[in-house]
């Protein structure tokens, strides 16, 4: 399970290879986590605060191309996130 950032404030975006359905990445801090659809951003599941909804929206957003192509060849340069 790549992590591809772990920000300030302790949140942390990771894949979880060979995972369901639609495309997303998990968002955790501290017992806190989520799943996000990689195409919208959206919360899927989970129990993350609004302002950690927001960040992880907001930063997946901005990286989606990227996160699809992780996602469909199931391999992260460790770089490309930094």
């Known amino acids: 399970m790549p992590q591809l950032i772990r920000f300030a ?3 942390i975006i990771k894949f979880y290879f060979m995972d369901h359905n639609p495309p997303h990445v998990h968002a955790q ?3 806190m986590d989520g799943e996000f659809d990689i ?3 959206e919360m899927i599941v989970g129990d993350l605060t609004a ?3 927001s960040q992880a ?3 997946i957003l901005g990286h ?3 996160l699809i192509r992780v996602w469909n060849t199931q391999e992260v340069d460790s770089n490309e996130f930094s």
């Open 39 to 41: 195409r919208t951003g």
């Open 9 to 11: 404030n302790g949140l």
């Open 51 to 53: 302002v950690l909804q």
């Open 64 to 66: 989606s191309e990227q």
């Open 57 to 59: 929206k907001e930063w």
């Open 29 to 31: 801090k501290d017992d």
